[in-house]
């Protein structure tokens, strides 16, 4: 393998691969072997999604000037934060959505000559015509007005998971620094995280959230897409200003931009360099890092909606076309933004949302064991993937942890439901532990039904009919399922709406029957190449 990945590589530098110059979140991890052959054109970047405009528009065409390879790679902030904690890093450079998860990550102070490269406030934006009914286009708005919104369903309000996306964490950090009283020049304290004032408007404000996603991309796609559930959100003011520009084009109501007064969090870009004793690749990161900062690239950033290039984030001159006010946008307003606590104080947090402050959830998960996994490295991946989502220890690194009001059930289906359902209630380690133990103990035979456990994990949430948990349904599967019980399930799905989050592993997954779940349910498909990275996503929707 490493000598194919060699191979690969030296292919990119000669020019036979044009391909090479960009890859997804579903491309293989490069090797630390990379920065280890001296091979100095060669310039590997592991980066946040919010910034792939950015690389594809103007870091790419930089590096083809200057005769550089430059290879990227999409992680969540998660990700980036527990790969630099382990300090086994095989990127030259990492570029975090902000600050905040890179302080998570970098207690070590590992990355060097990190700067911010460009800005994008936190806001809160709805409809245009929702947002005008809320009167929030006429004055300023504070977290308790947005508050008061949530919790008396004046507006449908969708977040990212604060413990899973850098867009939902910052705004969780800036509703908490409002609710302890701060000014944007006190940063948070563990003491007032832990009193109770905070705690209660914190849970009451999470848990009148309508819809929460693990990242902000599926966020936005998912919102655009159902307007009657999504009526407003919190996003990047960048990616308002993108989906409005496509949203006037095809003659649709745009998105409008509000500010809170009291709350606003930027992400700020940080960029930084990944020390590998490579003088050669310390100097492409400098010569990268002060083109991003210059002034033709900085007009290319602000062309995408970025703030980049001044002082402060004031943009007095900013062209109306892209920071359109019509759309809230407010390049004039001196944005007075929170100040991060330090990286215990976010730790912290992030994991009492996930133990303590959301909302309590019934998860059922229908897990595919037909004989196909057997051969498609499915049933490994799928072994992994329970362990880092059931296993306590293993869950807290990645923020997954189970609340202690959860109830979470498995169920592993072939033809029929062949093992379980295994019921947890709460978040006890060892029964956790115990989910996993049971997948761990089979081995996958026989044909593919997933509508079997589907029907069955109905009729356990008719049996708890009630319940105030949120309900949720997590079906993963590598193939085609027969039909026999579908039309049941779907009459089901359609009179109860429980969310079904798809997971579709493999080239024979017929995603059709997943996208026919989720559109019927308001769930959604997660397809990743990585069983692993699929389910904790699809976990991340809790």
Same mark, same amino acid.
């Given at each position: 393998?490493?000598?194919?990945?060699?191979?690969?590589?030296?292919?990119?530098?000669?020019?036979?691969?044009?391909?090479?110059?960009?890859?997804?979140?579903?491309?293989?991890?490069?090797?630390?072997?990379?920065?280890?052959?001296?091979?100095?054109?060669?310039?590997?970047?592991?980066?946040?999604?919010?910034?792939?405009?950015?690389?594809?528009?103007?870091?790419?065409?930089?590096?083809?000037?200057?005769?550089?390879?430059?290879?990227?790679?999409?992680?969540?902030?998660?990700?980036?934060?527990?790969?630099?904690?382990?300090?086994?890093?095989?990127?030259?450079?990492?570029?975090?959505?902000?600050?905040?998860?890179?302080?998570?990550?970098?207690?070590?102070?590992?990355?060097?000559?990190?700067?911010?490269?460009?800005?994008?406030?936190?806001?809160?934006? %709805?409809?245009?015509?929702?947002?005008?009914?809320? %009167?929030?286009?006429?004055?300023?708005?504070?977290?308790? !007005?947005?508050?008061?919104?949530?919790?008396?369903?004046?507006?449908?309000?969708?977040?990212?998971?604060?413990?899973?996306?850098?867009?939902?964490?910052?705004?969780?950090?800036?509703?908490?620094?409002?609710?302890?009283?701060?000014?944007?020049?006190?940063?948070?304290?563990?003491?007032?995280?832990?009193?109770?004032?905070?705690?209660?408007?914190?849970?009451?404000?999470?848990?009148?959230?309508?819809?929460?996603?693990?990242?902000?991309?599926?966020?936005?796609?998912?919102?655009?897409?159902?307007? !009657?559930?999504?009526?407003?959100?919190?996003?990047?003011?960048?990616?308002?200003?993108?989906?409005?520009?496509?949203?006037?084009?095809?003659?649709?109501?745009?998105?409008?931009?509000?500010?809170?007064?009291?709350?606003?969090?930027?992400?700020?870009?940080?960029?930084?360099?990944?020390?590998?004793?490579?003088?050669?690749?310390?100097?492409?990161?400098?010569?990268?890092?002060?083109?991003?900062?210059?002034?033709?690239?900085?007009?290319?950033?602000?062309?995408?909606?970025?703030?980049?290039?001044?002082?402060?984030?004031?943009?007095?001159?900013?062209?109306?076309?892209?920071?359109?006010?019509?759309? %809230?946008?407010?390049?004039?307003?001196?944005?007075?933004?929170?100040?991060?606590?330090?990286?215990?104080?976010?730790?912290?947090?992030?994991?009492?949302?996930?133990?303590?402050?959301?909302?309590?959830?019934?998860?059922?998960?229908?897990?595919?064991?037909?004989?196909?996994?057997?051969?498609?490295?499915?049933?490994?991946?799928?072994?992994?993937?329970?362990?880092?989502?059931?296993?306590?220890?293993?869950?807290?690194?990645?923020?997954?942890?189970?609340?202690?009001?959860?109830?979470?059930?498995?169920?592993?289906?072939?033809?029929?439901?062949?093992?379980?359902?295994?019921?947890?209630?709460?978040?006890?380690?060892?029964?956790?532990?115990?989910?996993?133990?049971?997948?761990?103990?089979?081995?996958?035979?026989?044909?593919?039904?997933?509508?079997?456990?589907?029907?069955?994990?109905?009729?356990?949430?008719?049996?708890?009919?009630?319940?105030?948990?949120?309900?949720?349904?997590?079906?993963?599967?590598?193939?085609?399922?027969?039909?026999?019980?579908?039309?049941?399930?779907?009459?089901?799905?359609?009179?109860?709406?429980?969310?079904?989050?798809?997971?579709?592993?493999?080239?024979?997954?017929?995603?059709?029957?997943?996208?026919?779940?989720? !559109?019927?349910?308001?769930?959604?498909?997660? !397809?990743?190449?990585?069983?692993?990275?699929?389910?904790?996503?699809?976990?991340?929707?809790?």
């Amino acid at each position: 393998m490493a000598k194919l990945r060699t191979l690969w590589v030296l292919l990119c530098i000669s020019g036979l691969l044009t391909a090479c110059m960009g890859n997804s979140s579903s491309s293989p991890t490069p090797s630390a072997s990379i920065t280890d052959q001296n091979i100095p054109n060669v310039f590997t970047i592991i980066a946040g999604s919010e910034q792939k405009a950015i690389l594809d528009k103007i870091v790419l065409p930089w590096c083809k000037t200057q005769n550089y390879t430059c290879q990227y790679t999409l992680k969540g902030s998660v990700d980036q934060a527990v790969l630099l904690q382990s300090g086994n890093v095989p990127y030259d450079a990492m570029w975090f959505a902000s600050t905040a998860f890179w302080q998570v990550g970098d207690t070590q102070g590992r990355l060097k000559n990190v700067k911010p490269m460009f800005s994008s406030p936190v806001v809160f934006a %709805g409809h245009k015509s929702i947002i005008t009914q809320l %009167g929030f286009d006429k004055r300023p708005v504070t977290v308790a !007005d947005i508050l008061s919104v949530a919790t008396t369903g004046k507006a449908h309000v969708w977040m990212t998971n604060p413990s899973q996306s850098n867009s939902g964490a910052t705004a969780y950090l800036a509703f908490l620094n409002s609710f302890a009283g701060n000014g944007p020049g006190q940063a948070l304290t563990l003491d007032q995280l832990n009193s109770h004032p905070v705690q209660d408007q914190i849970t009451q404000f999470v848990r009148a959230l309508d819809h929460t996603s693990p990242s902000t991309g599926t966020l936005m796609s998912s919102c655009l897409a159902d307007p !009657d559930r999504c009526q407003t959100l919190f996003t990047y003011e960048a990616l308002v200003i993108e989906a409005d520009q496509q949203l006037v084009k095809d003659g649709k109501e745009p998105l409008y931009a509000v500010y809170p007064t009291d709350g606003t969090a930027i992400a700020d870009s940080p960029l930084g360099f990944m020390p590998h004793n490579d003088a050669k690749k310390e100097q492409i990161f400098g010569q990268l890092q002060a083109y991003l900062l210059s002034a033709p690239a900085v007009a290319q950033i602000q062309a995408l909606g970025r703030r980049a290039g001044t002082i402060g984030l004031t943009m007095p001159n900013a062209d109306k076309a892209v920071f359109n006010p019509d759309w %809230g946008i407010d390049t004039t307003r001196v944005i007075q933004p929170i100040t991060y606590p330090d990286a215990g104080v976010i730790t912290t947090a992030l994991s009492l949302y996930q133990t303590s402050f959301r909302s309590p959830v019934h998860a059922v998960y229908c897990l595919d064991g037909s004989g196909s996994m057997g051969d498609n490295n499915g049933w490994t991946q799928l072994k992994s993937a329970s362990e880092i989502i059931f296993d306590q220890s293993k869950a807290t690194q990645y923020y997954l942890q189970s609340h202690a009001d959860d109830d979470t059930s498995v169920m592993i289906f072939n033809g029929d439901v062949a093992a379980g359902p295994w019921t947890v209630h709460g978040n006890d380690a060892k029964q956790m532990r115990g989910l996993y133990d049971n997948i761990n103990s089979r081995s996958p035979n026989d044909g593919t039904n997933m509508y079997k456990c589907l029907n069955r994990a109905m009729q356990m949430f008719a049996a708890s009919k009630g319940e105030t948990r949120k309900r949720l349904l997590i079906v993963m599967t590598d193939g085609q399922s027969d039909t026999e019980g579908s039309e049941q399930f779907k009459r089901t799905l359609a009179a109860d709406k429980i969310p079904v989050i798809s997971v579709a592993f493999g080239s024979d997954a017929d995603k059709s029957q997943l996208k026919e779940l989720a !559109d019927l349910s308001g769930g959604t498909v997660v !397809d990743q190449a990585n069983l692993v990275d699929a389910l904790r996503e699809a976990t991340g929707y809790k």
